[in-house]
Nanobody, 128 residues
């Protein structure tokens, strides 16, 4: 069992930065990937970034590549999403997810369906 708690969401202006955190508790062996997903009203869930348990593999959606950075601390209990150059399109509820993925492709890591554990979300609002 893995529990996830997101924090760091806020309201910022265009061009600003935020760092989201996801604190994970429970068995590290229950997960080999962690990801960040977002959803805004009227839109489907979008995989934003994902990182392997060892930290050697990272994936980003095209919409955030070059602006967002996913990382984790050394004991793998916290995953971060550094978000720079924020745009109004980044406004959404951001969710952290953890899972044991059999398929380590980008499609699987950002697809969301393979993740077993989800946090409650943290709101990010970017205004112009």
């Amino acid at each position: 069992q893995v529990r996830l708690m997101e924090s760091g969401g806020d309201s910022v202006q265009v061009g600003g930065s935020l760092r989201l955190s996801c604190a994970a508790s429970g068995s590290v062996n229950s997960r080999n990937f962690m990801g960040w997903f977002r959803q805004s009203p009227g839109n489907g869930r979008e995989g934003v970034a994902a990182i392997s348990g060892g930290g050697t593999i990272t994936y980003y959606s095209d919409s955030v590549k070059g602006r967002f950075t996913i990382s984790q601390d050394n004991d793998k209990t916290t995953v971060y999403l550094q978000m720079d150059s924020l745009e109004p399109m980044d406004t959404a509820m951001y969710y952290c997810a953890a899972g044991f993925l059999d398929n380590w492709s980008q499609a699987a890591a950002l697809g969301g369906e393979s993740y077993q554990y989800w946090g409650q979300g943290t709101q990010v609002t970017v205004s112009s």
